[in-house]
């Protein structure tokens, strides 16, 4: 037994870990011992990585000489991003024809700088900790920022290509397949999926995972799988989160479909990968300007707020993944009476009251996510609620119609005691998430949380949290405004194969979002997307809580669809039935 495997044995006994190595290596498995998968992920995470960096170092493919060199952004470059792969996906209820997405898809890369996805990710080598350095100094490197790069290829070939495209075509319609056919689509009502992992069917056998998977190989920044049944389709885009954020996959389908569609004159100009879209405007101001700064959760407060994490994680360590349908019907009505709710008792003038739809459902959500958690007490909430700061830095402001392909996303954060979130009327809930986006959405504010994160990451090398030391924080991505539903892909759909009728939705636009695979990480505890209303107008999402609080949510929606049907809705602007967990944390 090697020096290194005896002492991952001797460091890691609970842990089972499956290290990336050459093919000339066997794979060496660690003992984890009884916890459950998710309470030790994101450690198991950490000590892969050291023992890939570290302990074993494969090594990294040899640097090309014209390849072109830049190191990653600060914005794209943290250690949350570092922990997220994302395999997005869309269903669409048409066959695609996937030589049409692929030859699009190169055509694009060849129109100006979208070539620089087509970059591979690196670690700098001036960075990479060795063997002989302290355990500790490893770890505070390995989570420090400032230390991948990107390599892009002065052109792309067989052997060195832009991207990765792999289709897989499946002798049966979508609803004779085992596991597709359980994928959710809207009914007009309420709706709650079960938890379904269908990674297996949308990504390929090959397809990267984490990190590792493209430090030590030469995988392009995109991987794309398309799966054809005889009546629908999957595609799902795999990529790092230090890649882009859901803006940055708005403008990559939207300049792929305009290709797909002959309409390049439409394609935006590429910005991001080698250009710091708000590192730079984050030194002009204090980071003691940000109205979050005294809640900074550091030093001693940060480790409660980490042991409470780490026990909750101990204690609730089963996640689940689950995709929900709310109709928008249900929205519009809930909207009219939180707003006739405000106007009556604010001292505003009317016309200055306002609450998006996602305003509304949010709230909802909120205190629906509240009650399966058993949250209900005097505990401090943290809603952070992420939202594209593209208009409000200098450098992206002034060219609206570019694509800006980068992580340009800050909190709007919402603090408030569950009490007041479950049993206060949903109006007050709403109207304070609404100005918490108000009040972070300002230039300067965005600009003084930058630099709070710049701080963080000089000092911690880990991202800036805030909220008091016992909160629970919860994480909501806000992909309306991305128009996903809208990306249109109808010169590749196949015309024999698709429906012309009894649809909800235009040929060639998806009828559904799919969650492939969510990583489980400390940071994805409690997190969730709000993926927009497709074509039926049927508002989405997909959230990421523990395994016990999806009944109580589920008997929620039930209440939900039978208020409906009674038009009984203003029943949920006050919620004060007795709740089984009523006490706790009073």
């Not at 695609?96 to 979208?114: N, P, T, V, Y």
């Not at 694509?403 to 909190?411: K, M, T």
């Amino acid at each position: 037994m090697s020096r290194q495997l005896r002492m991952v044995r001797r460091y890691a006994p609970r842990m089972k870990v499956s290290v990336y190595l050459p093919s000339a290596y066997p794979t060496p498995e660690f003992p984890r011992g009884n916890f459950p998968e998710e309470t030790s992920s994101a450690v198991i995470d950490m000590c892969h990585t050291v023992a890939i960096s570290v302990l074993f170092k494969p090594p990294a493919p040899e640097p090309v000489p014209t390849d072109t060199v830049v190191p990653v952004p600060l914005l794209d470059d943290q250690p949350r991003w570092h922990q997220r792969c994302v395999h997005y996906g869309y269903l669409f209820n048409d066959v695609l024809d996937s030589d049409k997405l692929r030859h699009a898809l190169q055509r694009l890369m060849e129109i100006g700088e979208w070539r620089k996805l087509g970059a591979r990710i690196r670690m700098n080598v001036n960075h990479h900790p060795s063997i002989e350095i302290p355990v500790k100094r490893i770890l505070t490197d390995i989570q420090s920022h400032g230390k991948l790069e990107y390599h892009i290829p002065a052109h792309f070939d067989a052997a060195r290509p832009g991207f990765v495209l792999t289709s897989d075509k499946q002798p049966m319609s979508i609803s004779e397949h085992p596991l597709a056919s359980k994928l959710p689509t809207s009914s007009g009502r309420p709706f709650l999926s079960s938890h379904l992992d269908i990674s297996s069917l949308s990504l390929h056998p090959d397809c990267p995972r984490k990190l590792v998977d493209w430090l030590f190989s030469d995988w392009p920044l995109l991987v794309i799988h398309v799966v054809n049944f005889h009546d629908a389709t999957l595609l799902s885009l795999t990529y790092l989160h230090v890649v882009m954020d859901a803006m940055g996959i708005k403008h990559l389908f939207q300049a792929w479909s305009s290709v797909v569609n002959g309409r390049e004159e439409y394609v935006p100009r590429f910005r991001g990968i080698d250009e710091d879209l708000g590192g730079t405007d984050s030194a002009i101001m204090s980071a003691r300007e940000f109205i979050q700064f005294p809640k900074w959760l550091r030093g001693f407060r940060w480790i409660i707020f980490r042991f409470r994490t780490f026990w909750e994680m101990f204690r609730y360590g089963q996640q689940e993944t689950r995709q929900l349908c709310i109709p928008g019907h249900i929205i519009n009505i809930m909207r009219g009476q939180m707003m006739r709710k405000l106007e009556q008792t604010s001292h505003q003038h009317a016309e200055s009251v306002f609450l998006s739809e996602s305003d509304v459902l949010l709230a909802w959500w909120t205190r629906t996510m509240l009650k399966g958690l058993g949250e209900t007490g005097r505990r401090p909430i943290a809603l952070y609620n992420l939202f594209d700061a593209r208009a409000n830095l200098p450098r992206t402001s002034a060219s609206g119609e570019d694509a800006f392909i980068s992580n340009v996303i800050l909190h709007a954060t919402t603090s408030l005691r569950a009490r007041e979130m479950v049993y206060r009327p949903l109006s007050f809930l709403a109207w304070h998430i609404r100005s918490a986006l108000i009040q972070h959405r300002t230039r300067h504010q965005s600009l003084a949380q930058l630099a709070t994160q710049k701080v963080a990451l000089d000092t911690t090398g880990a991202t800036a949290l805030w909220g008091e030391p016992t909160s629970l924080i919860i994480f909501c991505t806000n992909w309306h405004r991305c128009q996903l539903y809208e990306i249109d892909f109808s010169s590749a759909v196949i015309p024999s194969a698709s429906p012309a009728t009894g649809r909800r939705n235009t040929i060639g636009r998806p009828l559904q979002h799919i969650t492939a695979a969510m990583p489980k990480s400390l940071h994805t505890r409690n997190f969730g997307i709000i993926f927009g209303k497709d074509g039926a107008g049927d508002w989405w999402l997909a959230w990421t809580l523990r395994a016990q609080a999806w009944p109580t949510i589920q008997k929620e929606l039930e209440r939900l669809d039978n208020l409906d049907k009674l038009g009984q809705l203003d029943q949920l602007q006050e919620d004060k039935r007795s709740h089984p967990n009523q006490g706790r944390n009073a």
